[in-house]
């Protein structure tokens, strides 16, 4: 039996590595690294999927190798160490592996935890289509609690300057992302928008009257449409927006601000769930983000942008085993797996006992470099 397996491993070992250096070709095209660097991104994006955590320690033990373990490990250190590849270097790639075409819906929000007495803030757009839900650009941020504007800003700079404001259909966000100056930027942009606002938010209606959108409400009983404007400093002009609002459960109004018509903007809005069940994927329900023990920011940045293709991964293997095919879906009609889910699980049987056939949607992100002579 010993013999057996053995023999077994053997016979695995050279698909194995034979993926990875197929991967490692592919992502060479997009990715300035050295061979070492490279063969050691593809084993943690591998790896990653593989062992469903991010730590380290747990990586290097999926590496299939006479290595040393403690070896692996100490290599997996230095990469996180010494490799820099800048801010957003994944999103392009997650964009080709999912082969999207613009416009498409982003969703903005935060996700915390702690780690030990250190405090670990992520604020992310994430990109969500009818099946994928996939990390796009984030900011580690370096204190605890919400983000304020500057934070908000910047990150949508810094996409607008990839993809331009042609690529949004709509951006989606909570209560925590309001702001007349936040707001005020996206309009400017030219940014569409759907955000949800508190209800003791002041507004100035169409007749000149300022009271609070509670207030405007109060006899507000099935859905309701109306435009209003915001006002910040004295010197600014107003920022007239449309709303729309309902009552939900308990009572409770949602209230959503739009700078597009307001006759889709709450179906639009709940949208904004997939970020949610996003942050379940990259955790507990998936690969177990918060395993890592890595707090400094360029780090951890480097770290989503794996996560992040991981995530790409799966949902893009998701795409192609059921095709246009339907998810099966339970008696109280939610769907017996996600399409996250689909995908990991399809990818970690493969890697056992077909690991090329694992790659194969990677194949899809970019031609061959061609060599000008």
């Not at 990875?20 to 060479?28: E, F, P």
Request: glycine fraction near 6%.
């Amino acid at each position: 039996m010993i013999f057996w397996g053995t023999l077994l491993r053997q016979k695995e070992r050279p698909l194995v590595q034979q993926a990875l250096a197929t991967l490692g070709r592919t992502l060479s095209l997009h990715v300035c690294l050295g061979k070492s660097r490279m063969e050691t991104l593809c084993l943690l994006i591998v790896g990653v999927v593989s062992a469903r955590t991010v730590n380290l320690s747990h990586l290097a033990s999926e590496r299939q190798t006479t290595t040393k373990i403690a070896s692996t490990y100490r290599r997996l250190q230095r990469f996180f160490q010494h490799v820099d590849l800048g801010s957003d270097w994944s999103a392009g790639l997650v964009i080709k592996l999912l082969g999207l075409s613009a416009p498409w819906h982003l969703c903005l929000d935060r996700t915390n935890w702690k780690l030990g007495c250190k405090d670990v803030n992520i604020l992310m757009l994430a990109i969500v289509t009818r099946r994928h839900r996939v990390p796009l650009m984030w900011t580690v941020l370096d204190k605890a609690g919400t983000s304020d504007t500057d934070d908000r800003i910047a990150l949508m700079q810094r996409y607008l300057a990839l993809f331009g404001a042609a690529s949004i259909r709509l951006l989606l966000a909570d209560r925590e992302f309001i702001g007349v100056r936040w707001l005020r930027f996206l309009d400017e942009n030219n940014v569409p928008f759907v955000i949800r606002v508190k209800e003791g938010l002041n507004v100035v209606t169409e007749d000149g009257r300022k009271l609070a959108l509670k207030s405007q409400l109060r006899k507000c009983r099935g859905a309701r449409q109306f435009s209003a404007s915001l006002t910040g400093s004295k010197s600014d002009v107003p920022l007239k927006l449309n709303f729309a609002a309902k009552r939900i459960k308990g009572k409770e109004l949602l209230i959503v601000a739009s700078n597009a018509p307001a006759d889709r903007a709450l179906a639009a809005y709940r949208k904004r769930w997939a970020i949610e069940c996003l942050f379940g994927d990259a955790k507990t329900r998936g690969l177990n983000l918060e395993d890592t023990r890595l707090t400094r920011p360029e780090k951890l940045d480097l770290l989503l942008s794996i996560v992040a293709l991981a995530v790409a991964w799966a949902s893009k293997t998701a795409s192609r085993l059921i095709g246009t095919g339907r998810m099966p879906r339970k008696k109280h009609g939610y769907y017996a797996k996600s399409w996250f889910r689909v995908g990991l699980d399809q990818i970690r049987r493969l890697l056992r006992t077909d690991p090329i056939t694992a790659i194969q949607p990677w194949r899809q992100i970019g031609p061959i470099r061609k060599r000008v002579v």
